[in-house]
């Protein structure tokens, strides 16, 4: 089911996303206590994914890039991840909270991703390396 928050694509619509030069980040999410809901989600804070939910600390994308409506960036590794299994990720814009207890309503929600190879997983105290698609979609297309 991976797929656009309806807000976070509304706000690329609008301008208040600017994927080259915003802070992105991704955490990495146990839906076993997350459920995505693509329309009415729109922040990332504690009220819309616990902290439970959230498995490791939150890291920032780095190497952005966008080719017609198609998003991209370097490869991503969490680091020293252990906690309950993960079945997806969310990718955000981090509009200044501090990634592990973000409460701000500027924290808006971009992607969610659960389809990908190596997903789900039960981490193990190591890191993990997420390989974005290297075909025509990359991370997402708008």
Do not use: C
Not at 34 to 44: C, G, I, K
Not at 129 to 140: A, E, M, R, S
Request: glycine share 12%.
């Amino acid at each position: 089911m991976s797929a656009l928050y309806d807000k976070g694509r509304q706000a690329f619509l609008e301008g208040s996303v600017h994927w080259l030069t915003d802070s992105i980040k991704a955490t990495l999410v146990d839906t076993g206590t997350y459920t995505v809901n693509l329309t009415t989600q729109q922040y990332m804070n504690t009220n819309t994914v616990s902290s439970v939910s959230r498995i490791g600390t939150a890291t920032a994308l780095t190497g952005l890039t966008s080719y017609s409506g198609i998003a991209d960036a370097t490869d991503l590794t969490f680091t020293s991840v252990s906690g309950l299994s993960v079945e997806a990720l969310i990718i955000w814009k981090d509009g200044g909270g501090s990634g592990t207890t973000v409460s701000g309503i500027t924290d808006l929600l971009l992607a969610y991703i659960d389809t990908g190879t190596g997903l789900p997983f039960t981490p193990s105290g190591g890191d993990v390396i997420i390989q974005w698609d290297n075909g025509t979609n990359k991370i997402f297309k708008l």
